[in-house]
């Protein structure tokens, strides 16, 4: 019996694992885009002109952060309560009635309030077709989402992957000629996203049509929008508290700021689309499709030390090189200076992403409504530390509030949900991580040599250390019989595929 509840454990594993490399392919093909574009952006805008460029970008994320009207997070919790067949179709279908009539309103409030959205933004209505363009933009995208999440419950991982290298290639194809060709200055990457946004809906309802029907259940549509709206006003809140420290920056300092602080966080936040997005595609429908099983606890548990691994590791190797690559990266010698806020942003969306894990309690019950509470007074706490310290500290100050203010949250989010689903955790080896972590971190800011060939090398051996800690003191036995076996599996290909060639 043991045995076999350790091979369907070790199974889950391997499937959240296998699904999390998969979707972190396409996850990071999109951000080839936007890295890929970044040395062109820095080129051809200064950071003022970037900076118009991310209030322009947060006002269609807190658009569609509204009036997606919460359906997709609803049609996660609700897809595996009924079996395959017209239950379920009517499901997904109620989910998108709701999408599409978010979609409707934002597109009519996009193109009616543009003016008034644009003087409020810039005190110009110059901006006006591109507050226009980028809202109709993120209704198009929301509702793209919905139609990704049941190809990803349907696990038809190909299709997604095909679908993000068609949409990085046109996106990237658009934005390029659009601002080097045309010369569209900002409204490039917004006109090019839109096109793309277009066509990848087209394919998307082409690809998912069997899924749906053309009724809907009352039913559900009740249990969605009381599931959703709390979520929605969640997910507000969390846009809310990563956004809007922008306008701090923007009211007490200047555009500049605004451009040089939005580069670094897009640099922080690349956790995101390395781990973050892809894990979560893959652990939405898991989680839900195990909840009931014998050993979910014990899985559970599992997924946060294992997310933490990849995590902390990721995030230490990132930082330490972060003025490194931003200095490769950026086009202009003024941006450099955002390298001091990619750790301290990496490390709050870091712990913001456990989320995800340890919400299981406020998840299974449908409580959304604690979820709700909780952002929102994250981004009470946040405004309020912006609002004394940004005048005083400047961008910087951003950083550590958004740091202080996820641990926050998060904390919350585990004490509430511990009452109503308690999860073990690993406390040992989570104690290992962070430890191991924070002094590789804090070792590179106190002392480094002159020579930067030296400093590269003292910065690679550290992260090498680390990794051969991990190994030693937070695997445990049973983990590295699987390592090794994996280990000299690829060791037996390669020599073989050696004495092939």
């Not at 409707?104 to 901006?127: H, K, M, P, V, W």
């Amino acid at each position: 019996m043991t045995e076999n509840l350790t091979k369907s454990l070790s199974g889950k594993v391997k499937e959240a694992g296998l699904h999390t490399v998969i979707y972190g392919l396409g996850s990071v093909l999109q951000a080839v885009l936007g890295f890929l574009l970044i040395p062109l952006y820095t080129k051809y805008y200064t950071p003022d002109i970037y900076g118009v460029l991310a209030l322009l970008t947060i006002c269609a994320t807190l658009g569609g952060s509204v009036f997606y009207l919460g359906a997709s997070s609803a049609l996660a919790r609700s897809y595996y309560d009924y079996e395959e067949g017209l239950e379920r179709k009517k499901t997904i279908s109620t989910s998108l009635f709701i999408t599409l009539a978010g979609a409707g309103i934002q597109l009519l409030l996009g193109i009616t309030l543009r003016n008034e959205i644009s003087i409020a933004l810039f005190q110009t209505t110059d901006y006006a077709p591109h507050v226009a363009i980028i809202l109709s933009s993120s209704a198009f995208s929301f509702t793209n989402n919905l139609f990704y999440l049941i190809l990803r419950f349907e696990r038809k991982s190909k299709q997604v992957i095909s679908l993000n290298v068609l949409s990085l290639v046109l996106s990237a194809s658009l934005i390029i000629v659009f601002l080097t060709r045309l010369h569209m200055g900002v409204m490039a990457p917004i006109l090019g996203e839109f096109l793309n946004q277009v066509l990848l809906l087209v394919i998307l309802f082409s690809l998912t049509r069997k899924s749906f029907t053309a009724d809907f259940s009352s039913e559900e549509l009740g249990i969605q929008l009381r599931f959703g709206i709390p979520a929605l006003f969640a997910g507000l809140g969390y846009y809310l508290l990563s956004w809007s420290d922008r306008f701090f920056i923007n009211q007490y300092c200047t555009l500049h700021e605004v451009g040089i602080y939005s580069l670094g966080y897009k640099f922080g936040a690349m956790i995101h689309i390395f781990l973050i997005i892809p894990f979560s595609q893959i652990w939405a429908p898991m989680r839900m499709e195990y909840r009931n099983d014998s050993d979910a606890r014990e899985f559970f548990r599992l997924i946060l030390t294992y997310y933490f691994m990849a995590g902390i590791l990721f995030t230490v190797s990132v930082s330490l090189f972060a003025k490194e690559i931003l200095s490769l990266m950026s086009g202009r010698p003024d941006y450099i200076v955002a390298y001091q806020v990619v750790p301290i942003i990496m490390i709050g969306h870091l712990m913001y992403g456990t989320i995800n894990i340890i919400d299981y309690g406020i998840y299974f019950s449908r409580k959304i409504i604690y979820h709700t509470f909780i952002f929102w007074l994250g981004v009470i706490v946040n405004m309020g530390l912006n609002y004394v310290f940004i005048p005083q500290f400047g961008y910087m100050a951003a950083a550590y509030n958004a740091l202080f203010t996820f641990c926050l949250i998060v904390f919350l989010v585990y004490a509430v949900s511990q009452k109503l689903y308690p999860i073990p955790l690993d406390k040992r080896r989570l104690a290992v991580l962070f430890a191991t972590g924070a002094t590789v971190l804090a070792g590179n800011q106190l002392g480094q040599p002159g020579n930067a060939i030296a400093d590269a090398l003292l910065r690679s051996l550290s992260i090498a250390a680390m990794v051969g800690i991990m190994y030693l003191l937070v695997f445990d036995r049973r983990e590295k019989d699987v390592i090794e076996e994996f280990v000299g599996v690829q060791k037996s290909r390669l020599w073989k595929l050696l004495k092939t060639s």
